[in-house]
């Protein structure tokens, strides 16, 4: 049960009788009427912004139409009181015996609570952590990698069709880069004496497996070519191995795409070319010169007429160059061609999870997106992860990926384990930056907040196993029973599940699914500790049988929420602690 949706449908039918009536003229446009929960709890349970939004179009004064819509609101059978505030706003109070339909809903539909089917289906392709694959993820890409996970599973429950993609960038100069340096290792697994990384390779320790296994496939046979051939050979072993390492550490999460997708594999098809050329059919292609960048000039830069994309047309600061100088496509030409693809593919929605250092991409995707498809046929969000400080115990923890002892994703997964990191790379807004201690997170304490959920399904398990193996709760269940101002309250906090995720969804923020727990665990803990001052309000009471089932169902209840909220942040929801 979405309670929101049903007292904005029954809203909207008052509205629709009252056209009917002659009280408000015929087809007025009701999609912008809301119903939500008040700013403020004293206000109510339910607002409205209906004769707001609908006054001035209906051709009447807010407040009135506001007073004659409360009144016929009122007589609806789950309202105890409609009231009228401020210059328009409609809040309703909910009678009580409304309540225990949301616990028996809840009950009901179990792990499928707060399910939807708001997206209708959509078609989105949500492409995250795609960094390039020259070694192991560190703990930079952890954040992407989590909250783009997340966000996909959160479309996915209300009701998207969702694929989770990674984009391999195996195409650009730094795959040959990789492979010289996986080189090096072969020739040092061979029993030669490389010395020192030489400046421009990777000098990594995770590329000496990738050396020693050169060496067990090609024995000494690469030694004796020249590059040209032995560099496809290392590389393509050493992409292979890489993507393996990747999606391991990726696995470690908890994190598996459906899609790899290879960049290589745009330009090997021919798709880059037939991109280009497509857009230089509709006339977004041009041969000019651009100016030079603002501040400080790139060495590479160069003052010549080159193939330039129309971006500035759609949005974009520039216009933007797709060939270089030698005659090959640029990385963005790659970009182009790739999004064609999802586009052909049938996505409508294009979500980007990108680094913080990315914001310049936001407006180049969006334009890429308009020319290819047309303004607003594809929808594009790019959504930017900002930098995570690791400390241990207050203190800095140093990262040099120049020396190649950086600190990998998997380190972090492998200390505090893949339900701390990934709630708490949730427990902040993405584009907030976000400090990691390993000491914080790991303690047992309210102060930590994944420990603080987690813990609250545990003891919701534990009461459960406790009243089994008492055999206690046989009596019957009757939510009436549940008169304490704290079950209210986690009554009222679990019937706002359905729309938070609908929410949540809509504005691509998982974090507020994390908040939300939070907030719902704690308020189980209140009442935890309540029943200790208080022990009539304790969950099992033996001699009260009627009582003790109905608070074990609204134990259960509360447990759907957290277990199913947890799941969609790809967290456990443990059992026992």
Known sequence: MN?????????????????????????????????EPPREAAHGDVASNAAMVLARPAGQNPRALAEALAARLAGRRDVARAEVAGPGFINLTLKPEFWPRVLSAILEQGEAYGRSAMGGGRKVNCEYVSANPTGPLHVGHCRGAVFGDALAELLAVTGHAVVKEYYINDAGAQVDVLARSAYLRYREALGEAIGEIPAGLYPGSYLIPVGQALKEKFGETL??????????????????????????????????????FSEKSLHDGGQVAETVAALRARGHIYEGRLPPPKGEVPEDWEDR????????????????????????????????????NKIERGFTELIYVLGADHGGYVKRLEAIAAALAGKGAVDVVVRLCQLVKLFRNGEPVRMSKRAGEFVTLRDVVDEVGPDVVRFMMLFRKNEAPLDFDFARVTEQSKDNPVFYVQ?????????????????????????????????????????????????AAAAHEPHRVAFYLHELASEFHALWNKGKESPQLRFILRENGDLTATRLAFLRAIRYCLANGLRILGVRPVDEM
């Open 223 to 260: 030694r004796a070519m020249p590059e040209s051939e032995w560099l496809p050979r290392v590389r393509a072993l050493t992409m292979a191995m890489m993507m393996e390492l990747i999606r391991d550490d990726l696995a470690a999460l908890n994190i598996r795409q459906e899609v790899f």
């Open 305 to 340: 007429e080159q193939t330039l994309f129309r971006a500035t047309a759609f949005g974009d600061d520039i216009d933007r160059p797709l060939m270089k100088s030698d005659g090959s496509y640029t990385y963005f030409a790659s970009d182009v061609a790739y999004a064609r």
């Open 3 to 35: 309670l929101f949706a049903h007292f904005q449908t029954l809203v909207r039918d008052e509205l629709v009788a009252m056209a009917a009536e002659g009280l408000l003229p015929p087809g007025l446009d009701l999609s912008r009427v809301t119903a």
């Open 455 to 503: 813990y609250a399904h545990a003891r919701i398990c534990s009461v459960l196993r406790n009243a089994e193996a008492e055999g206690a709760g046989q009596g019957k269940v009757d939510f009436a029973l549940l008169t304490d101002e704290a079950e209210g309250a986690l009554v009222r906090r679990m019937a706002l599940y359905p729309r938070l995720l609908e929410a």
